[in-house]
C-alpha cells in the first residue's frame, strides 16, 4: 500500500484533485468527512466538544452547528486548538482503521486539510501539495463558496502560509488556473503514485 497525504489551503481545489484521483482508481480516505462523523449526535466526540464549548454549539435537533462553532474558533487559535485536540485523534484513529482494510496494493491518498498545520507529513509515503494563489483562494470562497470576505480572510489566516505547505510537498499540483489545466497535472501524479506502489 502506497499512503499519500493531499493537501492544500481552503479554496485551492484539494477536492477536485481528490475526486480525480479516485476516478484512476485510488481509494480516498477525507479526513472532512471522517471529521464529520465522529461529531455526529450520540458519539463521544459530540459530547466532548458540548463540554468543551458549551451547548450554543448545538441546533434545535441535538446536531453540531458548524457555522457558529466555526465563527468561534476560526477568530481565537486558542480555542481552536482545544477543537483540534478533540476532534483530531478520533480523525486519526478512524483514518488509520480505514486504511488497514484497503487491499495491500492500493493507492490510498489521505484528503487531510490541516496535515502541514499538524505536521503529519512523516506519517506519509508520498505528500501531494494542492496550490493556489491567496488570491485565487479568495475569490473562489467568496464566489463559489458564498462565504464573506472577512471568515475568508480568517479561515485562510488560521492555516499554514502556502509557502510552508510547499515545502513538505513531494507532488505540487498547480491549480491556480482553469479546470483544463489541472487534469492532466494529476494524470502525471497519479502515473508517480502508481510507478511509486509498484516499485514497493
Known amino acids: 500500500?502506497?499512503?499519500?497525504?493531499?493537501?492544500?489551503?481552503?479554496?485551492?481545489?484539494?477536492?477536485?484533485?481528490?475526486?480525480?484521483?479516485?476516478?484512476?482508481?485510488?481509494v480516498l480516505i477525507d479526513a472532512d468527512k471522517i471529521a464529520r462523523e465522529v461529531v455526529e449526535p450520540g458519539t463521544a466526540g459530540l459530547a466532548a466538544v458540548v463540554e468543551a464549548f458549551g451547548p450554543d454549539v448545538l441546533t434545535a435537533d441535538g446536531a453540531l452547528d458548524r457555522p457558529r462553532l466555526g465563527s468561534?474558533?476560526?477568530?481565537?487559535?486558542?480555542?481552536?486548538?482545544?477543537?483540534?485536540?478533540?476532534v483530531h485523534p478520533l480523525v486519526r484513529a478512524?483514518?488509520?482503521?480505514?486504511?488497514?482494510?484497503?487491499?495491500?496494493?492500493?493507492?490510498?491518498?489521505?484528503?487531510?486539510?490541516?496535515?502541514?498545520?499538524n505536521e503529519l507529513a512523516p506519517l506519509y509515503d508520498v505528500i501531494i501539495v494542492v496550490d493556489a494563489s491567496p488570491e485565487t483562494q479568495l475569490q473562489r470562497l467568496v464566489e463559489v463558496r458564498?462565504?464573506?470576505?472577512?471568515?475568508?480572510?480568517?479561515?485562510?489566516?488560521?492555516?499554514?502560509?502556502?509557502?510552508?505547505?510547499?515545502?513538505?510537498?513531494?507532488?505540487?499540483?498547480?491549480?491556480?488556473?482553469?479546470?483544463?489545466?489541472?487534469?492532466?497535472?494529476?494524470?502525471?501524479?497519479?502515473?508517480e503514485l502508481t510507478s511509486r506502489a509498484a516499485a514497493r
Open 72 to 86: 468561534v474558533v476560526f477568530a481565537d487559535p486558542e480555542r481552536l486548538a482545544v477543537l483540534n485536540a478533540i
Open 146 to 191: 458564498g462565504m464573506a470576505e472577512p471568515e475568508a480572510r480568517a479561515r485562510m489566516k488560521a492555516q499554514a502560509t502556502r509557502a510552508q505547505r510547499r515545502a513538505i510537498a513531494d507532488i505540487v499540483i498547480d491549480n491556480d488556473g482553469p479546470w483544463e489545466a489541472l487534469e492532466p497535472q494529476v494524470r502525471s501524479a497519479w502515473a
Open 94 to 117: 478512524r483514518s488509520a482503521e480505514l486504511a488497514r482494510s484497503v487491499a495491500p496494493d492500493a493507492v490510498v491518498v489521505h484528503d487531510v486539510p490541516l496535515l502541514t498545520e
Open 1 to 26: 500500500m502506497l499512503s499519500v497525504g493531499l493537501t492544500g489551503g481552503i479554496g485551492a481545489g484539494k477536492s477536485a484533485v481528490s475526486r480525480l484521483l479516485t476516478s484512476y482508481g485510488a
